[in-house]
């Protein structure tokens, strides 16, 4: 099983017409936009997991979990992965930093008795809104883009974490609630 363990995030009116918005703005380039009712933040990639450690993986989360009060979450600014000049991702992201970080750092700590590794790569809250494939009127691109990069889209009330099952298909990805932790219980 292909496992992650993130925080769904339900889009508002707000984040949607934004979306909406900067995809009409950019309608000429070739974007792939993550489609709005599988948008999450990923707290930690566990990758590919025998399903007989799903029971195990819930519980470490649980506990986890239970150690963190629920808070409100901030959606907000836009950013780039890649460079400036070839830029591959289109992210929004997330606050408080602190609180995500922590989160992060204490689940990737608890899978270590699963065998999990943690890679080296920085931990940027965020969730994937676009993936460009090209780009063909990069100024218009950028000016595009820097309408939203300090922009506050929504709130949200974060009271759980989940466990999902990733499964890639044709069509995108098809996720699979497998556990949930609720914050502070």
Same mark, same amino acid.
């Given at each position: 099983?292909?496992?992650?363990?993130?925080?769904?995030?339900?889009? $508002? %009116?707000?984040?949607?017409?934004? /979306?909406?918005?900067? !995809?009409?703005?950019?309608?000429?380039?070739?974007?792939?936009?993550? @489609?709005?009712?599988?948008?999450?933040?990923?707290?930690?990639?566990?990758?590919?997991?025998?399903?007989?450690?799903? =029971?195990?993986?819930?519980?470490? &989360?649980?506990? /986890?979990?239970? $150690?963190? @009060? =629920?808070?409100? &979450?901030?959606?907000?600014?836009?950013?780039?992965?890649?460079?400036?000049? @070839? =830029?591959?991702? #289109?992210?929004?992201?997330?606050?408080?930093?602190? %609180?995500? *970080?922590?989160?992060?750092?204490?689940?990737?700590?608890? &899978?270590?008795?699963?065998?999990?590794?943690?890679?080296?790569?920085?931990? /940027?809250?965020?969730?994937?809104?676009g993936?460009?494939r090209?780009?063909? $009127?990069? =100024?218009?691109? *950028? %000016?595009?883009?820097?309408?939203y990069? @300090?922009? !506050?889209?929504q709130? &949200?009330?974060? %009271?759980? #974490?989940?466990?999902y099952?990733?499964v890639?298909?044709?069509?995108?990805?098809?996720?699979? #609630? *497998?556990?949930?932790?609720?914050?502070?219980?």
């Open positions: 099983m292909r496992l992650f363990i993130a925080i769904p995030i339900l889009a $508002d %009116k707000q984040l949607q017409n934004t /979306v909406l918005s900067l !995809k009409n703005s950019l309608s000429a380039e070739k974007i792939t936009y993550t @489609d709005l009712q599988n948008i999450h933040l990923t707290l930690l990639f566990l990758g590919d997991i025998s399903e007989t450690l799903v =029971p195990e993986i819930n519980s470490l &989360m649980e506990a /986890v979990a239970y $150690d963190h @009060d =629920p808070f409100e &979450m901030e959606i907000k600014r836009l950013g780039l992965f890649g460079s400036s000049y @070839d =830029p591959k991702v #289109i992210w929004v992201g997330a606050e408080p930093k602190e %609180k995500l *970080q922590a989160l992060h750092e204490e689940l990737a700590e608890a &899978m270590q008795k699963i065998g999990y590794r943690a890679d080296r790569q920085n931990f /940027v809250p965020h969730f994937t809104l993936r460009i090209k780009l063909t $009127d990069k =100024p218009h691109f *950028q %000016k595009s883009i820097e309408k990069t @300090d922009k !506050k889209f709130a &949200m009330n974060i %009271k759980e #974490i989940m466990l099952e990733s890639l298909t044709a069509n995108g990805p098809i996720y699979t #609630i *497998q556990g949930v932790a609720p914050l502070g219980c």
